[in-house]
């Protein structure tokens, strides 16, 4: 089946620094989505990328479509308390009528004021 | 509000019983997913729906049904099958044409001993 690695698998930054995480893919994706999970909480959708090469921001984060579509990157800037929390990558490819989505394991993130 | 509501929060069984977690969505979704997350892991598949009185299974689905009588409601019956049932299972929905964002409910930690 398919594979996303996510990476980092944790980090620890200090409140204002600049964050990057990606994910990567065996297969090509048609689809790019990522999470935040608060502990004890389901996901929530941040970003949705639909298109190889799209490059969509909500507020601090930036997310990418890679143009191979077997990579996605977000990048969170001047990063504060309330970014901490698990992040997920989530790929799917609807060729085949399938709709279901691939995620990574998480990056769990950190910020220290 | 639009949402997806998943009852209870938290439940403790013994081992050997049968026990069925509730999810409910008023978004008028066609397709809803019942996933199962361990520490440190990604999200797994257990069952997915795209439409009324049809469910597939997803990767891990031994020890596990569900039904889909209505549109609005998809439980989980965590049977006493299933050899490793502590987990926090997270239920979600989307709609089955067009962008495959899956949105998430706060979902259910399930403790047995």
């Known amino acids: 089946g398919q594979q996303l690695n996510q990476s980092p698998q944790s980090m620890f930054i200090q409140e204002g620094e600049d964050v990057s995480m990606n994910c990567t893919s065996s297969?090509?994706?048609?689809?790019w989505l990522w999470y935040k999970q608060d502990p004890g909480e389901g996901p929530v959708l941040l970003i949705a990328?639909?298109?190889?090469?799209e490059l969509t921001s909500n507020g601090r984060l930036t997310a990418q479509f890679g143009i191979t579509r077997k990579d996605s990157f977000l990048n969170i800037s001047a990063s504060i308390p309330s970014d901490v929390g698990i992040y997920f990558c989530?790929?799917?490819?609807?060729?085949?009528?399938?709709?279901?989505?691939?995620f990574g394991k998480g990056t769990k993130l950190s910020v220290i004021p | 509000d639009g949402g997806i509501t998943q009852s209870p929060k938290y439940l403790f069984r013994k081992e050997g019983q049968n026990v069925t977690l509730s999810c409910e969505q008023n978004?008028?979704?066609?397709?809803m997913y019942w996933y199962r997350q361990d520490p440190g892991q990604g999200l797994r598949l257990i069952y997915y729906?795209?439409?009324?009185?049809?469910?597939q299974k997803g990767d891990i689905a031994e020890g596990y049904s569900v039904s889909r009588e209505k549109k609005e409601s998809f439980p989980l019956t965590v049977t006493s099958a299933q050899k490793n049932p502590t987990a926090f299972y997270l239920c979600?929905?989307?709609?089955?044409?067009?962008?495959?964002?899956?949105?998430f409910g706060p979902g259910t930690r399930l403790t047995v001993t």
């Open positions: 979600a929905s989307s709609i089955v044409a067009g962008p495959h964002e899956q949105y």
């Open positions: 297969s090509i994706f048609n689809t």
């Open positions: 990328l639909y298109k190889a090469g």
């Open positions: 989530a790929g799917s490819y609807s060729g085949a009528g399938s709709y279901q989505l691939t």
């Open positions: 978004l008028n979704h066609d397709a």
């Open positions: 729906s795209q439409i009324v009185n049809d469910f």
